[in-house]
């Protein structure tokens, strides 16, 4: 008698990945507690996501559920508005930062959710504060309780279908008519028609739209506008045409639309006038610091930088885990009569481990820049409003810093979270495919990240320019640049032709550090060099977008460093000095080896080394915790929301079990299984057919 | 006045990409018709895929729509069935080659369509002639109809919960019963659950299942066996459990299942015996050639290979025609008032011509491997029926060289294809990712190519480990490699240390091979000694992957190679040389110069100019021709199903008018939209709340 009844009947021993999970656990060399708190930056941010995690896994309409992987478009838009009719009333009553927290984690499992109140609470009416006036500002916002997500819903009227990543080429058109005191908003063709606009489609009262501004003939250039889109009865405005853009790759629940405007009026007063103003008789003031307007949009770049921790922080544990759990063919070294956990071949764990560091390295740096995001906004905001000009000139330095940041972050980032996501997913095979583990539609939802706010490859020639012209200044006219690239100030001493990374010693971030620097001045030196000899800046395109990735992991890097310094826990410094370790001889000097290599910066032989040696060594390092660091990310199982990732590793059972309960097993036939049966039992061709094959009839139409 | 009409009204002069689009034709300096035959392999081939695509085109329900962007999971799998049913008219008329060529041709636009037909005949189909004596095969597929999707359908039970990647440790059990000569199916626990099976939901009535054969208590290893799933009222048989496995990312159409049997009697003769007998009283014959059984899985990896290039060149048309036709900021030496087409752009052009040259190059690579398939298949067949043991010998070791190769192409094209359907979307910028523009389908439907049929990480160890034994045996045992891995017999030469590739002038493909082939043999050197060393082949599992990769490479560089030397006219000549050094540049001296530097088989300076000079101007030598060698896969507007992508280059007009037609603009409000208003016109807080918050009720309260 070989069979046995635990929760179900078998008839010879099954799958047991709990116990393996549990043998994990007993190895844990750290509490993931106090490294949770490493990784949320303070013990009240981190005691803070708790709290929201625990509101939102017991709501039972924020909460999320594995039906979310079956909805149809319409359904998707339903459940989103639910969502964030539930949302509407949080706002009124939390603290509007952990409002903002809430969204922030919500948007890991839904970010249609995430991104359709980030249009209107962020683009929206940041564009009102960016760019309106207080007055302006207190009407649209608090009068008008738009910030409450109450009697407006405003929708973000940028892009067009002509123009996408260049803004300041819209072609929508605001003409001043001094007659009556109205600007008089038009879409001269199907380019200038806008597109993509998120809430538009359904959802938006009002749209801050760019347009440039025509006033007595004359192109001012592209200005903000406040223009009503739908009535008190939620139908469109006269000459106000809008339709649904329709399916999309992924983020189903956001109603994105197009808005043509044929002579649309607006009074002169909705035209946002913080810098550029125009009076009543036409005469238009430019604007000396219009340049900060565009700081409101900074927001949604650092926040997607951020993304890419609490989404990387989500696959890499389901996949470790399922990785423990899993067992296929015999490994070296593998037991009599026992399959090899993927999780303990050194492919495997190259494939997983550097993800894991890199999450790790990534949620401080995101941290670090969501704090210098907040302090850069306030101190720009107190010394405009103090008109304090020496202030003023120190803040839009710093701006320029966080310019380069969040693009260079936002870009790379973005990107590595999409490489992150499909190796993750690769790595738990035939699962990975399937809707219920999670990866299939988080991976759709995610890539737009990658196009939108600043497609990255323009981002990233942005950044690297920057750091050219810094480069340029410090060489040449002996600059020294301020904020976070303060290290440009130092490309003297980088350009030196010494091979920085030459043996194993070397290999340690301090080291690295510097030798990613140099890497950094040396590429922008060559690539300087290059543009004078063509006289161009597109042909070193591809060395900026370079220079910004690099730029980015020095940001990395350095954060890291510092935050090691103030870990007074030697069990924490331990291990994350090993994810520290893999995190740079993978994502720095293995994936940047080329340019290593041949700036000189490292030496070939070492660099082989690193391939072929050390790496497998930091692998097995990290692996040796894995679980235990990516329990120390605290998600819970409602807000994975992946069958295959549940903290007890059990994921034979609990898959088994969603499958059957998604997908009635009580319907064995399918609905249009008539059609299938009528097709295989079908009469021949002949018989079916009007060929009239058959020798008689053939016989008779012969005659 | 600057109002006009053209086909609608505009009051400033719009974009026209499709005058640009003119442009490039002008300048075509080859015949995309002659080049089209290259591509295709022979005239006969071209002209009946014309044909076949003007059927397609034609066909209600075989041609693709932007509806099919649109269908739940529901109506994929109902569509699917209808072309299902379309198609059983045609493989009763049709050749049979040509009958596979037209679902080949699908399959680029509905993989799911592609894969429901293959599973039945391919797979299933394969499995009993692989597997079965030709009685069984004439019987169940010739006299019940299997082959022409009739009587039958078949689904392929190979994989289970448990057991994917390593077939050979699936667990379902046919023990033998002599007393009734009936085998027994079972299934012991959850993880041998048959999983993922294509068809098994709701369309199998037979399956073709993997079992462990069982007789008087010995474990005889895996078989096949043929078990019925479904009566003829299309009911389940008794002790079958099936199931719908739900939502998947990508392949809807797909009616994957999982099924469960509970000791299902089958007779004898449903057991496959081509080589493994089990005869009246319990004997089993073991059999020679078993080995010989798992060639009809091979297939199944060489058509995934060759959907690399259709997928390719579906998507590279489209990126490219948007390109051209896509303006975006001003450019250096960008005209007055003009904007730069995208294409002009160098890092443009870098991210886009690489993948149209690698598009070429598999073309042609993999219409070798499918002749080579062919063949191999054939001498095969031919060598067991006359029973000849050289011949069978000989073909044995062409079978090897097949494996490699379809191991090493299906791996390496699969991943490839994945990273260019996603670069070639992301350079298409917003409009990529909406849906009409075809990437967000196809690149779900893809994806699960790189796991299924096996995994790729596991498919390239395999390869990489018969690589480094081949190179171990030239080397210590002075052997022979016969077959396409010929060139590993000259191993000692390769290791002789010299640089070959050390200025441009050694920039040929035929100096390229000759250097890739010594980093070929140079890795597998090194890597036997890591694995000497640990005595480990999972330490040198990420090695094994390189080697496969790398061999990918040499397989199509050679192949590419040996095509041009046969084309007579000297324009096409003229392109395919620019074309071939775009692909060798990028996707092996760049991609891999980390290993071509450290294996020092290419010096780093040579290295660095090819990333920051000769890649550029490559590049900008094939942009030239962009266009032209995109006509030339003549791939019609329909079939490309692409809103942005058409042959004529207006894509404004086009994206519109697809936008507007699939979402009624007379919908204006949304189904939900009175929860929407409901929600903006909300009582405040303290309105609706039950916190009686008021003075006086607090007041009352407080009595």
Redesign the interface.
């Known amino acids: 008698m070989t069979s046995f009844t635990k929760t179900?009947v078998?008839?010879?021993?099954?799958?047991d990945p709990g116990a393996l999970m549990g043998l994990e656990r007993a190895k844990a060399c750290f509490d993931p507690r106090d490294m949770y708190q490493i990784i949320e930056g303070t013990p009240e941010k981190a005691h803070k996501i708790l709290d929201l995690y625990q509101s939102l896994e017991r709501d039972p309409i924020l909460a999320p559920s594995f039906k979310d992987?079956?909805l149809?478009?319409?359904e998707n838009?339903?459940q989103t508005?639910?969502r964030?009719?539930r949302m509407?009333?949080y706002v009124?009553?939390e603290p509007y930062p952990d409002f903002w927290r809430r969204l922030n984690l919500m948007t890991a499992y839904d970010p249609s959710l995430g991104i359709r109140i980030a249009v209107n609470l962020g683009l929206f009416i940041n564009c009102i504060k960016g760019n309106g006036t207080d007055a302006q500002y207190k009407y649209w916002c608090l009068e008008k309780e738009a910030k409450y997500?109450?009697?407006?819903?405003g929708c973000f009227g940028m892009?067009e279908?002509?123009?996408?990543?260049?803004a300041a080429?819209v072609?929508t058109t605001a003409t001043f008519d001094a007659e009556t005191d109205e600007f008089v908003i038009?879409t001269?063709?199907?380019?200038?028609?806008k597109?993509?606009i998120g809430g538009a489609?359904?959802?938006a009262?009002h749209s801050s739209i760019y347009a440039r501004l025509i006033v007595k003939g004359k192109d001012w250039g592209v200005k903000t506008f406040v223009v009503p889109l739908r009535d008190s009865n939620?139908?469109?405005m006269p000459g106000v045409?809008?339709?649904?853009?329709?399916?999309?790759?992924?983020r189903e629940g956001v109603?994105n639309g197009?808005i043509q405007f044929s002579s649309v009026r607006i009074p002169r007063a909705f035209m946002l006038q913080k810098y550029c103003k125009v009076d009543r008789d036409g005469t238009v003031t430019l604007p000396p610091l219009e340049q900060l307007s565009y700081i409101s949009l900074l927001q949604g770049r650092v926040g997607m930088a951020s993304d890419l921790y609490r989404i990387c922080a989500r696959f890499i544990t389901v996949a470790t885990r399922y990785a423990v759990g899993r067992r296929?063919?015999r490994?070296?070294?593998a037991k009599k009569g026992e399959?090899t956990q993927l999780i303990n071949?050194?492919?495997h764990q190259?494939?997983l481990m550097p993800i894991l560091a890199l999450t790790y390295v990534a949620a401080l740096a995101t941290d670090r820049l969501e704090r210098q995001h907040e302090s850069v906004v306030e101190e720009l905001e107190t010394a405009v409003k103090l008109n304090d000009e020496k202030a003023i000139h120190k803040s839009l330095g710093d701006t320029k810093s966080l310019f380069v940041d969040s693009a260079s972050l936002k870009s790379t980032l973005t990107w590595l979270a999409?490489q992150s996501i499909?190796e993750s997913?690769?790595a738990c095979?035939?699962l990975?495919?399937?809707?219920?583990s999670g990866?299939?539609?988080s991976?759709?939802d995610w890539?737009?990240q990658?196009?939108?706010e600043g497609?990255?490859?323009v981002l990233g020639?942005s950044a690297g320019r920057t750091i050219m012209k810094n480069v340029e200044d410090v060489l040449n006219k002996n600059a020294k640049i301020s904020g976070t690239s303060l290290f440009l100030s130092k490309a003297h001493e980088y350009l030196g032709g010494e091979l920085v990374l030459q043996t194993e010693a070397d290999l340690n971030p301090t080291t690295v550090l510097w030798a990613l620097e140099a890497l950094i001045v040396r590429v922008a030196f060559?690539a300087s060099k290059?543009r004078d000899e063509s006289?161009?800046?597109?042909?070193v395109?591809?060395?900026r977008?370079l220079l910004s990735k690099l730029r980015c992991h020095q940001y990395m890097l350095l954060t890291f460093i510092d935050a090691m310094a103030n870990i007074g826990k030697p069990e924490l410094l331990y291990i994350l000095a090993r994810v520290v370790r893999l995190y740079f001889l993978t994502h720095l000097l293995?994936n940047f080896?080329?340019e290593f290599?041949?700036?000189?910066v490292l030496c070939?032989?070492l660099?082989?080394q690193i391939?072929?040696q050390f790496i497998?060594v930091s692998c097995l390092q990290v692996r040796e915790q894995a679980i235990t660091l990516t329990d120390s990310f605290q998600i819970p199982d409602t807000l994975l929301n992946s069958a295959i990732g549940g903290y007890d590793g059990n994921w034979?059972?609990t898959?088994?079990k969603v499958?059957?309960t998604?997908?009635d097993?009580t319907e064995?036939?399918?609905?249009?299984?008539l059609?299938?049966?009528a097709?295989?039992?079908?009469l021949?061709?002949n018989e079916r057919g009007r060929l009239e094959k058959s020798a008689e009839s053939i016989e008779k139409l012969s005659h």
Chains 1, 2 share one sequence.
Not at 149 to 153: G, H, I, V
Not at 432 to 436: C, F, L, N, P, Q
Not at 535 to 539: A, C, E, G, K, P
């Open positions: 179900s078998s008839t010879s021993p099954g799958p992987y079956e149809s478009r319409g838009r339903e508005t639910s964030i009719a509407t009333q009124e009553q997500m109450k009697q407006l819903w892009t279908l002509g123009h996408g990543s260049n080429g072609e038009n001269p063709h199907i380019g200038a028609t597109w993509w489609a359904h959802s009262t939620h139908q469109l045409a809008i339709g649904d853009i329709g399916s999309k790759m992924g109603d197009w296929q063919f490994g070296d070294g399959e071949y050194p492919l190259r494939r999409e499909t997913r690769q095979g035939g990975g495919y399937s809707a219920y990866f299939g539609k991976y759709a890539v737009v990658c196009t939108w497609d990255n490859n020639m060559e290059k006289s161009s800046w597109d042909n395109s591809y060395e977008v293995e080896s080329r290599v041949n700036y000189q070939p032989k660099s082989l391939s072929t497998g034979y059972e898959y088994f499958v059957k998604q997908n097993i064995t036939k399918a609905p249009y299984s059609d299938l049966e097709m295989l039992n079908r021949s061709y």
